[in-house]
């Protein structure tokens, strides 16, 4: 049984109601799911969560959650078909760290009744300005023309403003799990830098260092792979053994933007951070984090 925390429905920039993915978590043999739409914005944008429509957002998944998880999930009026299977719902959320802009996380765990909260960084924010560079969405055209436009094309600028931006995440906010580690090499596929160049390393590093002292989850998240937008995971597997070696605890998240990715090559994920090293995942319960073997 599998468990997958990183999913967007339609509340954000998900294809379909939570309900769909609840079934189709429950098709694919998992044994949980959490549900993390991205926090609204200060902008328009068309990823995240309005501000008006956070607090529905929360309210359907705690309904799902009180009728699903009760003692018959068979259910008709959900057409639930395996009457056997315990599934466990979570509402988290995917706040989006730009310094100066938006609410803190603390806003999210205060306000809202989270059970996780994931971390991440879409938007570059050059010293505190205006000026955002968009590393995420399907078009690499997008990154390049935010990386000349913002950075003037120095690639090192702008991944080291990536990094920055991430540590000052991390020792300003309070978080469960740090999202696609590494997503600044998405739309790079070998064309500026290279992951083994010493100043990347450095920058890797160091960065590590802080989710170790803060004991924040890496998720490894299997997205790039399987929409083919990355060469490797998030992190790559040079990243995930100075993970293994530093003794962070990691989980397999899909990154699910429609129900049939919600374990999208979590076998083949579990298969390489036992190969690295990796025997235990950290597990998601309505108790608390617990630790479970990599099966």
């Not at 509402?91 to 999210?108: K, Q, R, T, V, W």
């Not at 299997?222 to 070696?245: A, C, M, Q």
Request: charged share 25%.
């Amino acid at each position: 049984m599998s468990q997958n925390l990183h999913t967007h429905t339609t509340f954000s920039d998900g294809s379909d109601e939570p309900l769909k993915y609840i079934e189709s978590a429950l098709a694919q043999g998992m044994s949980s799911i959490g549900f993390s739409d991205h926090s609204p914005l200060p902008f328009e944008n068309t990823f995240a969560l309005r501000e008006e429509e956070t607090g529905a957002y929360c309210e359907a998944i705690v309904q799902l959650k009180e009728e699903i998880q009760g003692p018959d999930i068979a259910n008709a009026k959900y057409k639930v078909q395996n009457a056997k299977c315990k599934m466990q719902i979570f509402l988290g959320m995917e706040a989006d760290f730009i310094p100066g802009m938006g609410h803190p996380f603390s806003y999210f765990q205060e306000n809202y009744p989270l059970d996780y909260l994931i971390g991440s960084v879409h938007l570059v924010r050059k010293n505190h300005s205006g000026d955002l560079w968009f590393i995420d969405g399907p078009d690499p055209a997008t990154y390049d023309e935010g990386l000349n436009s913002i950075f003037g094309g120095d690639i090192r600028k702008g991944v080291a403003a990536y990094y920055q931006q991430i540590n000052e995440m991390l020792t300003t906010s309070k978080m469960d799990i740090i999202g696609h580690f590494d997503k600044i090499k998405m739309h790079n596929r070998g064309r500026f830098f290279s992951e083994s160049e010493p100043w990347y390393i450095s920058l890797v590093e160091e960065t590590l260092g802080l989710v170790k002292q803060t004991g924040v989850i890496v998720e490894v998240n299997t997205r790039g792979l399987y929409k083919k937008r990355s060469d490797t995971l998030f992190p790559g597997p040079g990243v995930l053994k100075k993970i293994h070696e530093r003794g962070i605890p990691v989980i397999i998240s899909s990154d699910a933007h429609k129900p049939a990715e919600v374990s999208m090559l979590f076998g083949e994920t579990a298969d390489l951070l036992r190969n690295l090293g990796f025997r235990e995942l950290m597990n998601l319960t309505p108790s608390g984090w617990t630790k479970v073997s990599i099966k």
